[in-house]
């Protein structure tokens, strides 16, 4: 797997695996920067609090995105207000303004060293057939009060038809944020493990989460952390969610202008300098897990040479992220049934902000108070599965599924070193991949989270799944997504299918 400059800049300490039954009164499940500021949150707050992570702190995708900290997130106030009313949207707004100003109060007060900086973020467009979209975005922006212009150029060499800049926005070093958030909430008394691994979920008054190494831990309250939710609870997340990957290249550039952009059509084009770095990340190359296996990297290289005249490319990494069918977050309670699991997930690629509003949503309902942004974050609306987009994403799910199921597989191996296939061997199919060293490995490629069959990635020489989104290295260990179990090998029993609905 490629390595982010952010993770590489930022190495964090390393905190033990747990390696005992346990018992807290709340747990979070995940190290990401949802999870981090929810155990920051509850520690500051004097309760008792342990968190877990499957890897690392920090390297989920909190560790591999833009780092951008804006209210700017495309048109998301046009269609919110268009779903739900202006009043939705204004809620929307409040709390990723709040979000922003978290960010750069708490890095101030804990001294996180997390190059936070204030700077004007531009949404441009440079399609006829997006124009009126972005003027009629700009009309909402307006009507909420937004520190924000309508311009007809950038300063950056796009020519553009139009574009909002919006003032007092932020840009940060996300990892170094959430490193500098959990050593803060250790210090609270707040535990901390890592390499530790959800595999079952039985809710309850008390819950009991299983490890992967056996113990388990007994919790009053669970906050789901995990990106996608590790336990659905039959809320449907599977269903509510798209994942979508996005790939971001970094060049060296020592001048750049104070702003991050980013344009509203298809393809996406997102800059964002590290100017501490003097390097310009370019982020785009959007695509559904599992569906698009192109040179992503080359495509968004050809893109800065063309533009910028530079092609010297210093990192380059990919990510995912899940979209809600409207668009709108998920944080609060899992499901309407228990009182004591909450969750943060479907940020749409802008989860710097909308996981501090999700931390601090969980966290007002934590403390029995009420929270005005509940209603608009809950899985309890319907509009978002009364759309098209809900009845299209799932009938892709199932076309997936199915096509998969009847996808033989080449007999023949492929010969070359670094190359993935679906191959069938003895009748068998199976995923085969040739290292360097000539080691060969043949995983099954049934997915272990609710049963598709999985896609080779050539780009992270990865087994990906088409319909929710998981990840396996060639070996079969898991990347990433709501599968629990690794892939089994050719000579072991068939993969155990565990979906987590329940
Ligand atoms: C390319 C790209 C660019 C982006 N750029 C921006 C940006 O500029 N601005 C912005 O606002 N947002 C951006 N985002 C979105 C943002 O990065 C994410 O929404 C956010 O980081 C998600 O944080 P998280 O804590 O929910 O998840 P993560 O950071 O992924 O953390 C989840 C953690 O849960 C752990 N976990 C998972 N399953 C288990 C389990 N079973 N047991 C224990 N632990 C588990 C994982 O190991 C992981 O550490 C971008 C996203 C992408 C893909």
Same mark, same amino acid.
């Given at each position: 797997?490629?390595?982010? #400059?952010?993770?590489?800049?930022?190495?964090? +300490?390393?905190? $033990?695996?747990?390696?005992?039954?346990?018992?807290?009164?709340?747990?979070?499940?995940?190290?990401?920067?949802?999870?981090?500021?929810?155990? #920051?949150?509850? !520690?500051?707050?004097?309760?008792?609090?342990?968190?877990?992570d499957a890897n690392r702190i920090g390297y989920g995708t909190t560790g591999r995105n833009t780092g951008k900290a804006t209210v700017q997130q495309g048109y998301i106030y046009s269609n919110i207000e268009k779903r739900y009313g202006i009043e939705k949207a204004r809620e929307y707004y409040e709390i990723n303004v709040r979000a922003i100003q978290f960010i750069e109060d708490v890095s101030r007060e804990c001294g996180i060293d997390c190059q936070f900086k204030r700077l004007p973020a531009y949404l441009f467009t440079q399609d006829e057939a997006s124009l009126g979209k972005l003027k009629r975005e700009y009309e909402i922006c307006q009507k909420l009060g937004m520190d924000c212009s309508y311009e007809t150029q950038i300063p950056i060499p796009l020519d553009v038809l139009g574009a909002i800049k919006m003032n007092h926005q932020a840009q940060f070093h996300p990892k170094r944020f959430v490193d500098g958030l959990a050593q803060k909430a250790a210090e609270q008394k707040g535990r901390i493990y890592e390499n530790t691994r959800?595999?079952?979920? =039985?809710?309850?008054?008390?819950?009991?989460?299983?490890l992967?190494?056996?113990? !388990?831990?007994?919790?009053r309250h669970v906050i789901i952390a995990s990106h996608y939710p590790c336990y659905d609870g039959k809320g449907f997340y599977f269903a509510r969610l798209k994942p979508e990957r996005s790939y971001i290249v970094a060049v060296e550039m020592e001048e750049f202008p104070e702003a991050h952009f980013i344009n509203i059509e298809d393809p996406t084009i997102s800059l964002r300098h590290i100017p501490e770095e003097k390097l310009l990340l370019i982020s785009g190359e959007n695509h559904k897990v599992g569906h698009d296996d192109d040179d992503h990297y080359q495509k968004? !290289? $050809?893109?800065v040479k063309r533009v910028f005249s530079k092609y010297e490319v210093k990192y380059q990494w990919s990510a995912q992220d899940y979209i809600p069918h409207d668009e709108v977050p998920y944080a609060g309670y899992l499901n309407s049934d228990y009182k004591n699991i909450y969750v943060g997930t479907g940020y749409r690629k802008w989860g710097l902000t909308n996981s501090i509003?999700?931390?601090?949503?969980?966290? $007002?309902?934590?403390?029995? =108070?009420?929270?005005?942004?509940? @209603?608009?974050?809950?899985?309890l609306r319907v509009k978002d599965i009364v759309s098209?987009?809900?009845?299209?994403?799932?009938? $892709?799910?199932?076309? =997936?599924?199915?096509?998969?199921?009847?996808?033989?597989? @080449?007999?023949e191996l492929p010969m070359e070193k670094g190359v993935g296939a679906i191959v069938n061997v003895n009748g068998?199919?199976?995923?085969? #991949?040739?290292?360097?060293?000539?080691?060969?490995?043949?995983?099954?490629?049934?997915?272990?989270?609710?049963?598709?069959?999985?896609?080779?990635n050539s780009q992270e020489?990865?087994?990906?799944?088409?319909?929710?989104?998981?990840?396996?290295?060639?070996?079969?260990?898991?990347?990433?997504?709501?599968?629990?179990?690794?892939?089994?090998? #050719? +000579?072991?029993?068939?993969?155990?299918?565990?979906? =987590?609905i329940k």
């Open positions: 797997m490629n390595v982010p #400059y952010w993770i590489k800049s930022a190495e964090g +300490r390393t905190y $033990d695996a747990l390696n005992e039954d346990h018992t807290t009164d709340y747990l979070v499940i995940g190290g990401g920067i949802t999870g981090v500021t929810c155990l #920051y949150l509850l !520690t500051k707050s004097g309760l008792d609090a342990t968190l877990i959800v595999v079952d979920f =039985q809710p309850g008054k008390e819950c009991v989460i299983r992967e190494n056996g113990k !388990t831990i007994t919790a968004l !290289t $050809d893109i509003a999700a931390a601090l949503i969980i966290h $007002d309902l934590i403390k029995g =108070q009420e929270s005005p942004y509940e @209603e608009l974050y809950s899985h098209l987009n809900f009845l299209k994403e799932n009938a $892709d799910m199932a076309y =997936q599924w199915l096509a998969g199921k009847l996808t033989l597989g @080449e007999s068998k199919r199976c995923g085969y #991949y040739k290292d360097e060293a000539d080691n060969i490995y043949l995983v099954d490629i049934t997915c272990p989270h609710m049963g598709c069959e999985l896609k080779w020489k990865s087994w990906d799944c088409p319909c929710h989104g998981s990840r396996f290295d060639y070996k079969g260990n898991v990347l990433e997504g709501p599968a629990e179990y690794g892939l089994n090998g #050719y +000579r072991e029993a068939p993969n155990k299918v565990n979906p =987590q």
